[in-house]
């Protein structure tokens, strides 16, 4: 009987060994199946979590960021443990105990899916487990992917530690609001740091990972409290708060910046501009979109905020003067339906969503406004962000009498007497508070439009390339496009000094004769009769005079002297252009350019020749702070020398490359601050410093252009309509953007001052008549006077004209005409020469300026 029980409870044991082994070696098999092929955890170790890429002014401040995902990454030393213990508690209460998985997790998971027969499923993720399911496996309810999910987390378990896992998913989990992670997030909901969250607000964030889309702090409040308050009481449970703690904390409010408790984040940073756009561009090109928006860069931008603002404001100036001198009235094209204007919240909100531009200062804020009602002469209006009074917002008849509305069908109606005559209620429109100039008290609210002419203006450090101030147009939330980047115009006469720089560093000099006289050329496109904007002929000019007065048949004549190939040869080493056609009308810059390139080649006659590359950025760092890119590549030869004295500047190195002679850049600079002082910029330009510049205006004036320098800023404007056509009879480099430059730089001249241009050494001073080219006596005085600068050895050539080899008139009184052959000069290079009549008629074009 012993035996036959002994026997059976040796077969019941055997069997429940046998039962065991089966169960373990087909668990075994299924984790063996499923463990095949899987990613690799271990390159978590080397996970670089995407994150925000921010720029920052040269003042350190916060001016833009850019991401695909709003991630700050934190460090786990840097996460606070109330925060850690909050996570925890929602998420994972034993995740510092277990070793990927928790097995009770799982069975109670598991048992309850059974008892609900499936309705009721939770997951049982460890962090460990989200962990890997966020960065390697699908979201996917499948027991596929859990059982993977596991196999994967106990490896983790093996390779990092728990607060490097806890890094990992406390900087990658999604926490709604576009925002990833836990530094991100405490900044959206709270505008706050993470070492600065109370224990509920910790608790509202841990709160978040279980729906994020469903826990929103205003439509979901409810919700969100509930589950924040499971979270409170799970930290005390947990011994992570006392029970007074927990206590005061559950009886608090839940605030977020969506519930208007906080002022966002947002509003610290100004609007996007054309400047941090630009950055992106650039750099976006540079490193790919991939690391530009995920690699968590840090960039230090070249941007004086303050003269970003000026500049901003002298083009809008500008813009709105010529646009409203037009008489035009357009609107914005936005309308909102009668039936949203029954009451002022739905105004309101009707208004928020209208895509006019938000970004517009001058001579205040603009503000959307929405019409209301149209009276008799006056319309009331609604505006955005300003609170209604009990007289209401008016537009009154005489704000409205300087225009004429633009009808559907493209025609004018007549001009405006009563406020009707342009509006219509749901009409949404910009307006600004006029305002008193004496005491700036409010006098009314007052109609504005986006111009439609448009503009690029930009500044820069003439010896460093960094770029100070960028406007690429009237408003970068109207339109993104840059002009001063990326609009490819006609430079018009802005182009000449680089025609005049190739004959200087040629052996010709300032007092230089060139003939100013008419010409006919016969090209495939017809008779080409280039012409001066004044339609009159000077006769022998010396070149001072003629870049002064922008003479433009004297360029074409130099040109062909000095030969197209020589001249776009110029161009291109400073950059103007890539290639450019040897073509005669290319000379008067009939071929398109940018802004941008035009200030920075401005900016090496400023500097005295030598090359300096334009920047945006003075220095970019990756996510753990070393430096990638630094633009300022010069040597500081004694910075770290305890023998400098401490009132002693250390001594730089420049390796930039010489791209002109030190005395041809002097010559023409010289020859520019002509034009500002007497020449075609006289009536507009007037600093206390020294300037120099150009003015430009093409064919019809379609493109108007002017450029100029002091002895440290080097700044351009450009203006004219996105698809070119005339601006205009009055419309000139002068007259439009001669304005724009001076009112930029007389602000720039109060900050960064200016002086005298370096005079180089190597030549010195004769005076001449700037008429005649014919040399004075060193002690002649008078408007006629001036004094050039002639190299040492060089032979001023006085009396000596050129003519370019073309045809001239016979009644024009001229010195020695030098119609073929050539005389012998000496070169900037210090070389030898032939100058004189190089006429080719193969590289002459029609063109399309005069």
Not at 74 to 92: G, M, R, T, W
Not at 114 to 142: C, E, H, P, W
Request: glycine letters at 10%; a negative charge; aromatic letters at 10%.
């Amino acid at each position: 009987m012993i035996r036959f029980i002994l026997s059976f409870f040796g077969a019941i044991f055997t069997l429940l060994t046998l039962g065991v082994a089966v169960v373990a070696l087909s668990i075994g098999a299924v984790f063996w199946i499923y463990g095949r092929d899987l990613p690799s955890h271990e390159s978590l170790a080397q996970y670089k979590p995407p994150t925000i890429s921010r720029i920052y002014s040269g003042e350190g401040h916060l001016i833009d960021e850019f991401a695909q995902e709003r991630r700050l990454f934190a460090p786990a030393n840097e996460i606070p443990d109330l925060v850690k213990q909050a996570f925890i508690s929602a998420e994972d209460k034993n995740f510092y105990s277990h070793k990927g998985y928790d097995t009770r997790g799982i069975a109670v998971a598991a048992f309850e899916a059974v008892k609900s027969r499936g309705q009721n499923v939770r997951g049982a993720s460890t962090i460990t487990q989200q962990v890997m399911k966020n960065f390697l496996l699908s979201a996917d309810r499948k027991i596929e992917r859990k059982i993977k999910e596991i196999i994967l987390a106990a490896r983790l378990e093996e390779t990092l530690d728990k607060e490097q896992i806890l890094e990992l998913y406390m900087n990658e989990i999604f926490l709604g609001q576009n925002s990833y992670g836990v530094a991100a997030a405490s900044q959206t909901y709270f505008n706050k740091t993470l070492a600065e969250l109370a224990p509920h607000e910790a608790a509202m964030l841990a709160a978040m990972p279980q729906a994020p889309s469903k826990y929103h702090p205003v439509f979901a409040k409810e919700r969100v409290t509930q589950r924040r308050n499971y979270v409170l009481r799970e930290m005390y449970e947990n011994g992570y708060l006392d029970r007074a703690t927990y206590e005061s904390e559950v009886q608090q409010p839940l605030r977020s910046v969506q519930n208007g408790d906080f002022e966002s984040f947002r509003n610290a940073l100004p609007p996007r501009d054309y400047f941090t756009e630009e950055i992106r561009r650039q750099l976006q090109e540079e490193f790919g979109d991939g690391e530009f928006f995920t690699g968590g860069f840090t960039v230090r931008a070249t941007i004086d905020e303050e003269m970003q603002k000026v500049a901003a404001e002298a083009l809008r100036d500008q813009l709105e003067e010529y646009d409203r001198g037009r008489g035009i009235w357009r609107g914005t094209g936005e309308k909102i339906a009668a039936d949203q204007l029954t009451t002022e919240d739905q105004w309101r909100t009707a208004l928020a969503d209208a895509d006019v531009p938000r970004d517009i200062v001058l001579d205040g804020q603009w503000h959307p406004a929405v019409v209301l009602q149209v009276g008799d002469s006056d319309a009331r209006i609604g505006i955005e962000g300003v609170e209604e009074d009990a007289d209401g917002h008016w537009i009154v008849a005489g704000d409205v009498q300087w225009a004429r509305k633009l009808r559907r069908d493209g025609t004018l109606a007549s001009k405006a007497k009563v406020a009707g005559d342009l509006l219509e209620v749901g009409d949404v429109v910009l307006v600004r508070a006029m305002t008193d100039d004496k005491d700036g008290s409010f006098i009314r609210w007052t109609l504005r439009q986006v111009s439609e002419v448009q503009g690029g203006f930009m500044a820069m450090d003439v010896n460093t390339g960094r770029v100070l101030a960028m406007q690429g147009g009237f408003s970068y939330q109207d339109s993104v496009f840059n002009r001063a980047t990326q609009a490819q115009r006609q430079p018009g006469s802005s182009f000449k000094p680089f025609v005049y720089a190739a004959a200087l560093d040629s052996g010709y000099t300032p007092a230089t004769i060139v003939v100013d006289a008419p010409i006919e050329i016969n090209t495939p496109q017809g008779l080409w009769r280039p012409r001066n904007s004044s339609n009159k002929f000077y006769g022998p000019t010396p070149l001072r005079t003629g870049i002064e007065k922008s003479r433009n048949l004297m360029t074409i004549r130099l040109a062909q002297e000095v030969g197209m190939y020589v001249v776009a040869s110029y161009a291109e080493k400073f950059g103007v252009y890539d290639e450019m056609g040897p073509y005669l009308a290319n000379s008067l810059g009939s071929e398109e350019t940018t802004l941008y390139k035009m200030v920075a080649a401005y900016a090496m006659f400023a500097n005295g020749g030598e090359r300096v590359e334009p920047t945006l950025v003075d220095r970019i760092q990756d996510r753990y702070g070393e430096t990638i890119y630094r633009h300022d590549k010069r040597d500081c030869l004694d910075c770290n020398s305890p023998a400098l004295q401490a009132n002693a500047s250390p001594r730089i190195l420049s390796n930039r490359e010489r791209v002109m002679d030190a005395i041809t850049a002097y010559q023409l600079t010289s020859m520019l601050k002509g034009v500002v002082d007497r020449g075609t910029a006289s009536g507009v330009i007037d600093l206390p410093v020294p300037t120099a510049g150009k003015t430009g205006t093409t064919n019809e004036a379609r493109d108007v252009w002017f450029i100029g320098f002091t002895s440290n800023i080097v700044a351009g404007c450009y203006i004219g309509h996105d698809r070119p056509r005339p601006l205009g009879r009055s419309a000139y480099g002068s007259s439009l953007c001669g304005p724009v430059f001076q009112s930029f730089m007389t602000k720039a001249t109060e900050k960064y001052g200016g002086g005298p241009f370096e005079v180089p050494p190597g030549g010195y001073f004769i005076k001449i008549d700037r008429f005649t080219g014919g040399r004075l006596p060193d002690d002649a005085t008078g408007n006629y006077v001036v004094a050039e600068y002639f190299r040492e050895g060089q032979d001023p050539g006085f009396g000596i004209t050129y003519d370019g080899g073309f045809a001239m008139g016979s009644n024009l009184p001229l010195f020695e005409e030098v119609s073929s052959g050539g005389r012998q000069v000496k070169t900037s290079t210090g070389g030898t020469a032939v100058v004189g009549p190089k006429a080719n008629f193969g590289t002459v074009s029609s063109g399309g300026l005069y």
